[in-house]
Nanobody, 125 residues
């Protein structure tokens, strides 16, 4: 079992930056892949980024590539998403996810076993 808790969401102006965090607990090791998704009302979860269990390999959606950076600190059991040059279309609830399929990055929401409760990010002037 892995419990995930997101934090760090909020209101930011277009062009601004924000970092959201995902604290993980419940396992004695960190051998699980993790990812970030976002969702707006009426739409499915959208893949944002994923990171392997060691933090060495990452993947990004084209819409955020070059603006967002995913990272994880396995000592603190925390994953981060640094979001720069934010746009109004980045407004969504951001969710972190984890899965014990540690050997590959995962982009499909249904392939993740564990989810956080989400944190709202609003980009508006």
């Amino acid at each position: 079992q892995v419990q995930l808790v997101e934090s760090g969401g909020g209101l930011v102006q277009p062009g601004g930056s924000l970092r959201v965090s995902c604290a993980a607990s419940g396992r004695t090791d960190n051998r699980y892949t993790m990812g970030w998704f976002r969702q707006v009302p009426g739409k499915e979860h959208e893949f944002v980024s994923a990171i392997d269990w060691r933090g060495f390999t990452t993947k990004y959606a084209d819409s955020v590539k070059g603006r967002f950076t995913i990272s994880r600190d396995n000592v603190k059991n925390t994953m981060y998403l640094q979001m720069n040059s934010l746009k109004p279309e980045d407004t969504a609830v951001y969710y972190c996810a984890a899965d014990t399929t540690w050997y590959r990055l995962i982009e499909v929401p249904s392939d993740y076993e564990y989810w956080g409760q989400g944190t709202q990010v609003t980009v508006s002037s």
